[in-house]
């Protein structure tokens, strides 16, 4: 639980790092690194909340329903749509 919380915590970290580093951007490509910013720090965003709500949901259901977490685990990691 705690390595989920980590990550998460790391890539939300992230994003007052790309505004840091656009400061130092005073080039002709200040514009493209700023779009590329954004897009960067929306995704490392979802990254980051999408590793909390897993952590959490499967920190959850390994304590109380195992058969559950292991049924949650398979589906999160199958391409095929998920079991009812």
């Known amino acids: 639980m705690i390595g989920g ?22 080039t002709r490509g200040a514009s493209l690194a700023t779009a590329g910013a954004v897009l960067a720090g929306v995704g490392v965003t979802a990254l980051g909340a999408g590793d909390v709500l897993m952590t959490l949901v499967m920190g959850g259901l390994v304590r109380t329903d195992p058969a559950t977490a292991a ?3 398979t589906d999160a990691n199958s391409t095929a749509p998920c079991s009812p």
């Open 71 to 73: 049924a949650v685990f």
């Open 5 to 26: 919380l980590t990550t998460a915590a790391g890539a939300l970290l992230l994003v007052p790092a790309l505004t840091g580093i656009l400061g130092l951007i005073r």
